[in-house]
C-alpha cells in the first residue's frame, strides 16, 4: 500500500508548515509539556496517545478553556465504555462558542447563504444579543438542565440561535432537517421526549418551495411533552394556533446566563441511521465536544479568526454541529440552505466564492460530479481564498484527489486536500486533515491527535499495509456519554464493543499505511451511506412493505470504484403483482414522502427471494459482498442461511455488472 503512491500529490511549503497553529501548539506543548519538540506530526501524535492525560490537559491551556469549577483530574476512569473526563469540573459550550464577541462584536459570525447565493452577515455581537434573549425565553417557558430541546429546522441562522441558548441554559439540543418525513423525524424526537420544538412552515430546495405545515402539525399530535412551540415563517406564514413567535422571543437585549454544568453533561443528541431498528439516540457532552472540536478545529483544520468556514450540510448530519463549533475558534462560519447543485452543478464553489471561505467542505460524491459535469472551479471563479478543500462522506477517489489538484494548480493554487473519515457516533474525524503532512493520492494525511486509532485483523491483531477493521483503543471526550433510553448500557456496549472488548470497533474497513497515513474501503457492516448521510435499511422497509404489492424487500449499498455509491432496493412481489411504472412510481413517492430524497433507490429490481439467516433475519452484509464479487463460498456461512438458492441469483447479478 505504501509504496503505491511513493510521490506525494502536494507537501505543504514552510512558511505554511511554520505558520501552522498545530506547529505553534507543538512548539508550546514541549515546552510546558514535555512533548516531542523534533519528529513532526508522528512524534506528536505518539505522544498524544501515550501521554493521553496530559495532551488533554494541554489541549484546555492552550484554546484557554474556562472552567468554572477546576478539574483534579483528566481522566477519572478510562475505561471504554465509561471513561470519566474531567470530572468534578464544569463549564459551558455556548460561552466559549460566543467568546468572541467581546473582541470582534461588529465583524461577522455567521455569513447565511440560500439559493440566491446572497450572503447575509449576522455579527458577534447580534448572535450573543439572540442567543442572551431567546436562553432567557426557554427559561421563562420552565426549560431546565437535561431538558429536550428540539429543531425541525434547515441550515438557517435561527438553528445556530436555537442551539447555543439551549446549551447556554443546559438543555439538550436535538435536530432533523425539514426534508425528513414525520415518520423519520417521530422515530428520533419520541425517543427524546422534547419539550420545546422549533421549526419553520417550509423550505426552498431546488428553485422550489416546500410547504411543511401539515408535518408540523403531525409532530405537535405525536409529541406530548411539548410545552412550546416555537414558529420561524421560512415561508412567510402565520404561526399555528398555540405557536409562539421566533422574533418576539429573540427581541429582547439580554446579556446570555450560561448555566454552568458538570463537564459529561449532554450537549445534544445526535442519531444514527437506524439499520435494526430504531435510530440510536446518542448523547455528546457539553466538555467532550468542547475540546474535540477545539482540537480538531483549530489544530487540525488550522482554524481561526480570520478564517470563513464553510461546509455545505443540513441539521441532520452532525457536520451541521461540527460547522456550528467553528465559531469556538472565532472563526466565521458559511450556513447555506438549499440544492448542493441548483442552478447548476458548480452551485456550492459559486457559494465559496461570494463568501470568501478559506476552508471549503463539501461530499466526496460532489467533487465527483463537479469533474463529471467538466466543472472548472478554480478557473471560473475567484477561489483565491481557499486554503484548504475537505470532503467526507465517502472516502474520495484517487481521480478525485488528482481533479481537485489539478483544476486549482492550473490557475497556480497551493491547494490543500483533506479527505476526512469520522463518524455521528463521535461527532469528530478519527483521521484526516493535517497541515504540516503531505497528501498522497487516496489516503487520509493521518490519525488525529489524541486517538490511537489501529486496523486490527479478527483476532484483534495490529495490521500495517493490510485492510482490517477501524478500532480506536483509547478513549476520546466526544465518545458518546450513553445511548437514550438505554438504561444498562447494552445498546451502547454492543454497537462498538461486543467484538474486541473494551476498544471501539467503528464498522469501517481500514488500512493504516507504514508511512502513517490512513485509507478508508468503505463500510464493513450493512450500513448504507447516500451522499455522506448514513441511513438505516429499516426505514425503508417499513415504507415500502406497507404496499400490498411488495411481500418483502433488501436494499444494498455499495461504494463503487468511480466514487460513486449504488444502492438497489430488491423486491419480493405479493403474488399476481407485476413491478411495472406504476409500482416503481409508487415504491419511488412512498419511499420520498415517509423518508427523503435521499433514500430514493437507484434502481429497483424484482427478486425471487429474500434471504435470510435461520432467526429469520434478512442477510444484508452477504449480499452486499456478493455484489462487490465476493465469491459465494467465502461471502456467506452455508449453515446460516435459509434458501442458499436464492443467493445465486445475486451472485449472477454480480457477474452481469462485472
Known sequence: MSTENPQPLWQPD????????????????????????????????????????????????????????????VLGDRRMPGAQWFPDATLNYAEHALRAAGVRADEAALLYVDETHEPTPV??????????????ELRALGVRPGDRVSGYLPNIPQAVVALL????????????APDFGARSVLDRFQQVEPVVLFTVDGYRYGGKEHDRRDTVAELRRELPTLRAVIHIPLLGTDAPDGALEWEALTAADTEPVFEQVPFDHPLWVLYSSGTTGLPKAIVQSQGGILLEHLKQLGLHCDLGPEDRFFWYTSTGWMMWNFLVSGLLTGTTIV?????????????????AERTGATLFGTSAAYVMACRKADVHPARDLDLSA?????????????DGFRWLHDEFAASGADLWIA??????????????????????????????????????DPSGNPLT???????????????????????????????????????WRHGDWITLTSRGSVVIHGRSDSTLNRQGVR??????????????????????????????????LFVHLAPGAALDDALLDRIKRTIRANLSPRHVPDEVIEVPGIPHTLTGKRIEVPVKRLLQGTPLDKAVNPGSIDNLELLHFYEDLARKRA
Open 165 to 176: 441558548a439551549t446549551a447556554a441554559v443546559g438543555g439538550v439540543w436535538t435536530s432533523c
Open 419 to 456: 479527505s476526512v473519515s469520522g463518524g455521528t457516533d463521535v461527532c469528530s474525524c478519527f483521521a484526516g486533515a493535517v497541515p504540516t503532512l503531505p497528501v498522497h493520492i487516496g489516503e487520509l494525511q493521518a490519525p488525529g491527535l489524541g486517538t490511537d486509532l489501529q486496523s486490527w
Open 465 to 503: 499495509d493490510e485492510v482490517g477493521e477501524l478500532v480506536v483503543t483509547n478513549p476520546m471526550p466526544s465518545m458518546p456519554i450513553r445511548f437514550w433510553n438505554d438504561p444498562d448500557g447494552s445498546r451502547y456496549h454492543d454497537s462498538y464493543f461486543d467484538t474486541y472488548p473494551g476498544v
Open 335 to 351: 450556513l447555506y440552505d438549499g440544492s448542493p447543485g441548483f442552478p447548476a452543478t458548480d452551485a456550492q464553489w459559486r457559494i
Open 14 to 73: 514552510a512558511p505554511r508548515t511554520d505558520q501552522a497553529r498545530i506547529t505553534r501548539f507543538q512548539t508550546w506543548a514541549a515546552e510546558h509539556h514535555g512533548a516531542p519538540a523534533d519528529g513532526g506530526y508522528a512524534a506528536l501524535h505518539r505522544w498524544s496517545v501515550d501521554e493521553l492525560d496530559t495532551f488533554w490537559k494541554a489541549v484546555t491551556e492552550w484554546f484557554d478553556v474556562r472552567f468554572s469549577t477546576p478539574y483534579a483530574r
Open 386 to 398: 481557499i486554503q484548504c478543500v475537505a470532503t467526507t462522506g465517502s472516502p474520495l477517489p484517487p
Open 535 to 568: 441511513m438505516g435499511s429499516a426505514d425503508i422497509y417499513e415504507a415500502v412493505e406497507r404496499l400490498p404489492e411488495i411481500r418483502e424487500s433488501l436494499v444494498i449499498g455499495i461504494e463503487q470504484p468511480d466514487g460513486g455509491y449504488w444502492m438497489p
Open 123 to 136: 455579527t458577534w455581537a447580534e448572535l450573543r444579543r439572540q442567543v442572551g434573549s431567546l436562553a432567557a
